[in-house]
C-alpha cells in the first residue's frame, strides 16, 4: 500500500551553465521563505537562444502574432532549489517536477510608441510546458547539432572576408617574403 504524502511525480534534471542563471534577487510579488520567514530569493533561468536549441522545437506565435521563438525567454525558481555542480565546475543544476507546469516569461520589445515620455513595450504571452519538454529545451546532443552548423557558418563568412579585404592580400604576401 502506497503513502498518501509520497512524491511519486517523475523528476527531471536540468544541467545549466553559471551564465544561464541570474543573481539571487527579492520575490516581487512579496512572497516570503516558510522556513525562514524572510522574502523569498529568486533566479532566472534563461532558456538557450533559438541557434542553440534542438530544431524540433517551436515555441510558437502568441494571441498578439509575436513570435516567441526570437525573444528572450526565462523561468523563475527560487534560489534555494539551485545546486552547485560540483563535479563540474561552472555548472549549475536544479530538478524540476512533472506534476507542475513550467511557465516560461519572455522579454518586452519597444514598440516604436511613447506615453508619457517612457517608450512603450509589447509583452508576449508566457508559454506552459511539461518539465520533460522544457527539459528538451537544453538537450546538448540536438543542441551540439545545430551549433557545428552555426560554427561552419561563421567559419566560412571568416574565410570569404580574408578572400575580400585588401589587408588580408597584404598580410599574405607578406608571409610569402
Same mark, same amino acid.
Given at each position: 500500500m502506497s503513502d498518501l504524502n509520497e512524491n511519486t511525480a517523475k523528476r527531471y534534471p536540468l544541467n545549466i551553465s553559471e551564465k544561464q542563471v541570474s543573481k539571487p534577487r527579492e520575490h516581487t510579488g512579496g512572497k !516570503? $521563505?516558510?522556513? !525562514?520567514?524572510?522574502?523569498?530569493?529568486m533566479r532566472k533561468?534563461?532558456? /538557450?537562444s533559438q =541557434?542553440?536549441?534542438? %530544431? $524540433?522545437?517551436? #515555441?510558437?506565435? $502568441?494571441?498578439?502574432?509575436i513570435d516567441r521563438n526570437e525573444r528572450k525567454g526565462y523561468i523563475n525558481v527560487p534560489d534555494r532549489h539551485i545546486f552547485v555542480d560540483?563535479?563540474? =565546475?561552472?555548472? #549549475?543544476? !536544479?530538478? #524540476?517536477s512533472d506534476d507542475r507546469k513550467v511557465?516560461?516569461? *519572455?522579454?518586452? =520589445?519597444? !514598440?516604436?510608441?511613447?506615453?508619457?515620455? %517612457?517608450?512603450?513595450?509589447?509583452? /508576449?504571452? /508566457? #508559454?506552459e510546458m511539461?518539465?520533460?519538454? *522544457?527539459?528538451?529545451?537544453?538537450?546538448?546532443i540536438?543542441?551540439?547539432?545545430?551549433?557545428?552548423k552555426t560554427v561552419t557558418k561563421n567559419k566560412t563568412k571568416e574565410i570569404n572576408k $580574408?578572400?575580400?579585404?585588401?589587408?588580408s592580400e597584404e598580410r599574405r604576401v607578406g608571409k610569402e617574403c
Open positions: !516570503t $521563505d516558510i522556513k !525562514t520567514g524572510k522574502p523569498m530569493m533561468i534563461y532558456i /538557450p =541557434e542553440y536549441r534542438p %530544431k $524540433d522545437v517551436d #515555441l510558437g506565435v $502568441d494571441s498578439n502574432g560540483k563535479k563540474r =565546475e561552472g555548472r #549549475l543544476y !536544479t530538478y #524540476l511557465k516560461i516569461n *519572455f522579454s518586452g =520589445e519597444k !514598440t516604436g510608441r511613447i506615453k508619457n515620455g %517612457k517608450p512603450q513595450y509589447d509583452s /508576449p504571452e /508566457p #508559454l511539461s518539465a520533460k519538454d *522544457f527539459v528538451h529545451l537544453y538537450d546538448g540536438a543542441r551540439e547539432k545545430n551549433k557545428d $580574408d578572400k575580400a579585404s585588401p589587408r
